[in-house]
Each structure stands twice: as structure tokens, then as C-alpha cells.
């Protein structure tokens, strides 16, 4: 007769491996329960019915996210196959931006708000000036105070999840180094400018003048002719990239010589009359 020992089925159970990205491999090892301690071999594989792996696989992005087929033999128990997902999912970027600022010099600024640094490497960067339109892979730039505003960005990267949000690209004005310089001639009957001479004007600044420190109301500067017309001038200098500058100086007119003219007839008659010259 015969004294026989049939194979056993194994209750062979398998989870879910994941993560979420770090960089590091994950195992795929299906945390298999129910695997029989002693004499049991377990293979893997990338596809149904091929177990060519004698260990288990690893995967480190998330496009290596796949189905891991495994088997579990053992002489005393009949074969158990199934299949478990692994899966590396996507990262949330926690870095933000850096808003760009300097003071105008007359030279571009990149508003890229050092995202290229400040970002996962591989990273797809795109930028934009409309909250939700990202058209641009070159950062823009900015050249003027007035063209200062909030820059959109949008990063992708394969392992991360979408990143959007702004940042400030900022031209601050600089400030104006205008000096004026005092008016002044002889009295002779002709106007005086009081212009002051300015120096340090900008190119694009506008110059206004006022008699009263504090206003300045003429877009010309003012004239003067006689000697009881001197006085300060003020002035103030504005322009879209500066500050302003303000300042006055003095426009005068001085008193001058009298001059004596006489013709000949007029020595002669008071020669001849006992006057004198002194």
C-alpha cells in the first residue's frame, strides 16, 4: 500500500509597498505573510508568470511605480503566486521662492526669483505675469521702477507634485545727485535766467521752479531784471526711477557803476568857464 504525504496550499498574503519620494530605493517586497519558515523560495517578476528575481526588486522615482508578480515554492506545499503594487509617490516641494529687488541703475534685473537654486534639480521651471499662465521657460526681465511687478511661476519635476505660486521683482528708486549753482549778473537791463545751473539731472527728469520753498509751480524757470527782484529760487527734480530732489540757490542781480560820458564841446565850455575835472 501507500503511506502518502499531499502538498499543502499556503495562505500567502501580500501588501502594498510605497512611499513617498525621497530619493531613496524602496523594496519591493510585498511584506509576504504566511510563507512557510522552513524550505520556502520566493522569486519575483516584472510581469505574470515570470519569477526571475531571487530578490526583490527596488524602485527609487515614480515612474519605476509598477505591479511586482511574486511565487512561493516549498516542497511540502503546492505553489503560491500574486502580484502586490509598489509604488514611489510624489513629493510636495516645500521651498519657495526669493522675491528680486534692486535699487534702478539703469541695467536689466531677472526676476527668476532663485528658483533655479531654490528647487529640486530637474525641475522644469515656467513664468508668467498672469496668475495661472506660465508661457515662459525664461525668466523675464525688468528694467524700470515702473515696470516692477508680481511674477507667476509654475515648477514641474517628475517626481513632485506641481508647484505654483509669485514672487516680487522690484525696482526701487535710486536717489538724484543734482547741485545747483548761483545766478548772478551786473545790472544792464537785460533778463537773468535762474535756471541754477542744475547739475546731476537724469535723462527723462523734469525740473519745476517755485519762489516759495515748498512749491513748485513754474515749468520754466523764472527771469529777473532789476537789482530788488534777486531772490532764492527753489527747485524740485522728479523723474519715474529717482526720488526726488530738491533744493534752491540764489538769483541775483548787482548794483552797478555809474558811468560819466562827456563830448568834446562840453570840456571846452567848462574850460573856458574855470571848471574842473576830478
Do not use: W
Not at 149 to 175: L, P, R
Not at 250 to 275: N, W
Amino acid at each position: 500500500f501507500k503511506c502518502t504525504i499531499t502538498k499543502a496550499n499556503m495562505n500567502v498574503t501580500a501588501t502594498a509597498d510605497s512611499k513617498t519620494y525621497n530619493g531613496s530605493a524602496l523594496t519591493c517586497d510585498g511584506n509576504l505573510s504566511g510563507v512557510p519558515s522552513s524550505g520556502s523560495t520566493i522569486k519575483y517578476g516584472l510581469s505574470e508568470g515570470s519569477y526571475t528575481l531571487n530578490s526583490a526588486p527596488t524602485i527609487t522615482n515614480v515612474a519605476d511605480s509598477d505591479t511586482i508578480y511574486y511565487q512561493v515554492t516549498n516542497p511540502n506545499y503546492n505553489d503560491a503566486t500574486g502580484s502586490f503594487t509598489c509604488t514611489i509617490n510624489r513629493a510636495t516641494i516645500t521651498d519657495t521662492p526669493a522675491d528680486n529687488t534692486k535699487t534702478y541703475d539703469g541695467t536689466a534685473l531677472t526676476c527668476d526669483g532663485s528658483l533655479s537654486t531654490r528647487m529640486p534639480s530637474g525641475s522644469t521651471i515656467k513664468y508668467g505675469t498672469t496668475n495661472g499662465s506660465y508661457t515662459s521657460t525664461s525668466a523675464p526681465k525688468i528694467t524700470n521702477v515702473a515696470e516692477s511687478k508680481t511674477i507667476y511661476y509654475q515648477v514641474e519635476h517628475a517626481n513632485y507634485n506641481t508647484k505654483t505660486g509669485s514672487f516680487k521683482c522690484t525696482i526701487t528708486k535710486a536717489n538724484m545727485n543734482v547741485t545747483a549753482t548761483a545766478d548772478s549778473q551786473t545790472y544792464n537791463g537785460s533778463l537773468l535766467t535762474c535756471d541754477g545751473n542744475l547739475s546731476g539731472v537724469p535723462n527723462g527728469s523734469d525740473i519745476n521752479y517755485g519762489t516759495n520753498d515748498g512749491s513748485y509751480t513754474l515749468d520754466s524757470a523764472p527771469t529777473i531784471k532789476n537789482v530788488a527782484e534777486s531772490k532764492n529760487v527753489y527747485y524740485q527734480v522728479t523723474n519715474p526711477n529717482y526720488n526726488d530732489a530738491t533744493g534752491s540757490f540764489a538769483c541775483t542781480i548787482t548794483k552797478a557803476e555809474p558811468t560819466l560820458k562827456l563830448d568834446a564841446d562840453s570840456i571846452e565850455l567848462h574850460r573856458q568857464y574855470g571848471g574842473s575835472y576830478t
